[in-house]
């Protein structure tokens, strides 16, 4: 037997491990069948070049609890060890071996599937260990070896008689982490994150119909039939999909493939995704992936199920921020990517070269793929519009590369419920939407129902409307007006339709100047100055006579430091504030003026102001309910 030190920079690195190299001790698990599965990978490449006199055959890795005894137990079918080995690459701890593999074998070797970025990663398992014990057999003749390491620098090492290849690594777990010896906890972390891994893990066994036996049906004397029970048999539990749908050519999935995998990947999601993006490049770095466009709310807060982040099917994490742009982190699916370092630092991950690459090329695929929906089958992209338009929106306002490609396949709907794009849209509109200072005016609507009256008088004058509803439309509304020449966005209850689009011909008022001065006063004496901007307007007679509007800017301001950003004005803390036009060759306004009586002057200018905050919505309480008693007094 042979007892000695490992080989270690420091006193004792142990302590060390314990409390920083990893953030969490549930990794552990995931570090240790990583290894078993490297070392099965090697195995596998090494009788497909002809370099191991080993038989491949049908290995797996087994999980196994012993609460009795406190043990845990991994066990792979793989390489194994001889005792030199064992030396080499667990005493001296400088690196995990996978590595040296790769680089023995560089030009046969890289697309073996090895994962080869876990460095320290056995030495995890004295995150949860009091003492962790090696037996392993070699794929060669050398004999078998046991090692057995306390969790101080020294271990010892002897021969041991077990005869199958591979490695078993038995934990000996310490009394604060007895968790990890209770049968649901492993199973969850073996679920969370080895559910994809390329070699079958065995956990437990479970009973199962006999696939060959086929079961009897007999009569009875009265000929009422009974069937036996179907045969039962005890088989392997294997809790992994080592084939999951991203390692695969998307020309061998099917529609159906790509729904099935979503299912498994998100149990609980009942609702099938809109579409699919099969990501799968080799150059400049390696990445494969299927990333699925949900049913999107405008709610930006709700994000159950994440994009979960793999390093050649082994779990890393589902906060993938800084490597998948922000605005797509709103989707779900698998990234997998050998390049992305399977570090658990944040910081690490988001300055590393590979990973902004990665983000720009996910971003570029995702566009395409938009574009190409929407080439393919417009309707269908139109009808999906709504579900996924919060995205791209996002997309547009966040990334300028996005940006930009975005031309050929961003919306813009009508109230109407015709879509354009942004070219069609300037085509359909320049002529007729383009103010006396050659500036296009795009009119939106935000809600059809609460804004009918002004979107009507935005009709009348066959002006088209939009259909603007995100909550991060403001946002877009400016990037775009910064972004194309001569345009601007106007709300249609911003303002009176003719002061929106201001056209060289004026309306001449039919009251004087004296008049206008007696009916501003009046008016300013009965509105509310504190809720109201009372503005005089000559508009056509057929208009309304009082028309509340909203300015376009403040009301703008207000929404984008709702959803973030504007806030510089501190507009979200200000009240609402309208402006109330009044049509001055109206004739209930002429009216107004000329009533002897100043209580009937003030019942027609508020029952006219109640009206239109009625048409607005803002009539509500117990104003409305004055309102409608006042109405039913005025008609008896």
Not at 175 to 196: D, G, S, V
Not at 246 to 264: I, N
């Amino acid at each position: 037997m042979a007892k000695g030190n490992i080989n270690v920079s420091v006193e004792n690195i142990f302590p060390l491990i314990k409390k920083f190299l990893y953030s969490d001790h549930e990794i552990f698990l995931r570090e240790l069948i990583s290894n078993a599965t490297d070392a099965t990978l090697k195995l596998k490449h090494l009788t497909s070049i002809g370099e191991s006199k080993s038989e491949y055959g049908e290995p797996k890795i087994e999980i196994k609890i012993d609460k009795e005894g406190k043990k845990l137990h991994i066990i792979d079918q793989g390489i194994g060890m001889s005792a030199e080995e064992v030396e080499k690459y667990i005493n001296q701890i400088a690196f995990s071996g996978a590595e040296e593999f790769l680089d023995k074998y560089k030009d046969t070797g890289k697309d073996a599937g090895i994962i080869g970025h876990f460095g320290l990663g056995f030495y995890s398992s004295f995150m949860v260990s009091d003492k962790v014990e090696i037996i392993t057999k070699s794929h060669t003749d050398a004999p078998a070896a046991h090692w057995v390491c306390d969790g101080s620098p020294e271990f010892t090492l002897e021969k041991a008689d077990k005869k199958e290849r591979g490695t078993e690594i038995i934990l000996h777990i310490s009394e604060e982490e007895q968790e990890f010896l209770e049968e649901a906890r492993i199973r969850e972390l073996l679920t969370k994150y080895n559910k994809f891994m390329p070699i079958p893990i065995k956990f437990g066994t479970k009973e199962i119909n006999d696939p060959d036996f086929t079961p009897k049906t007999t009569k009875d004397k009265d000929g009422k039939e009974t069937t036996e029970p179907h045969k039962q048999i005890t088989v392997d539990n294997i809790i992994n999909n080592p084939n999951p749908a991203w390692t695969k050519q998307p020309a061998d999935l099917k529609d159906q493939d790509y729904s099935s995998f979503y299912r498994e990947l998100y149990p609980m999601q009942f609702e099938e995704p809109l579409f699919h993006i099969h990501l799968n490049v080799d150059y400049p770095f390696n990445l494969t992936g299927i990333l699925y466009f949900p049913k999107m709310t405008n709610d930006l807060n709700i994000q159950k199920d994440k994009i979960q982040l793999y390093q050649n099917q082994v779990f890393v994490t589902d906060n993938v921020e800084g490597i998948v742009p922000e605005f797509l982190t709103m989707l779900r699916g698998v990234i997998d990517s050998p390049d992305i370092p399977l570090n658990v630092s944040r910081s690490y991950l988001q300055a590393d070269g590979n990973v902004k690459k990665i983000s720009s090329y996910i971003t570029r695929k995702v566009a395409d793929k938009l574009k190409s929906l929407f080439n393919n089958n417009r309707e269908d992209f139109e009808k999906k519009w709504d579900d996924i338009k919060i995205v791209i929106e996002y997309g547009m306002l966040s990334e300028e590369k996005f940006f930009e490609k975005a031309d050929a396949f961003a919306l813009y709907p009508t109230v109407d419920g015709k879509f354009y794009t942004f070219e069609e849209l300037t085509n359909a509109i320049k002529a007729k939407q383009t103010d006396k200072d050659d500036k296009m005016v795009i009119l939106y609507a935000s809600n059809k129902d609460e804004q009918h009256a002004y979107i009507q008088a935005a009709k009348d004058k066959n002006y088209e409307v939009l259909l603007l509803d995100s909550p991060i439309v403001s946002h877009l509304m400016q990037k775009l007006e910064t972004s194309k020449e001569n345009i601007s966005f106007a709300r249609v209850d911003a303002d009176h339709i003719d002061n929106l689009i201001k056209k060289d011909d004026t309306t001449i008022s039919k009251l004087s100047e004296d008049e206008k001065t007696k009916l501003n006063e009046l008016l300013k004496e009965v509105v509310p100055s504190d809720k109201f901007m009372v503005q005089l307007e000559a508009m056509d007679s057929n208009a309304s006579p009082f028309i509340i509007t909203q300015p376009e800017f403040m009301r703008r301001m207000k929404e984008m430091q709702q959803t973030g950003g504007g806030g510089m004005f501190g507009m979200g803390n200000m009240p609402e504030m309208y402006n109330l036009v009044v049509n001055t060759n109206h004739d209930l306004v002429n009216e107004i003026l000329n009533t002897k009586t100043r209580k009937k002057q003030e019942r027609l200018i508020n029952q006219s102001l109640d009206l239109a905050r009625l048409s607005q919505g803002l009539l509500k309480g117990e104003e409305l309910t004055n309102f409608i008693k006042r109405s039913y007094d005025m008609i008896k």
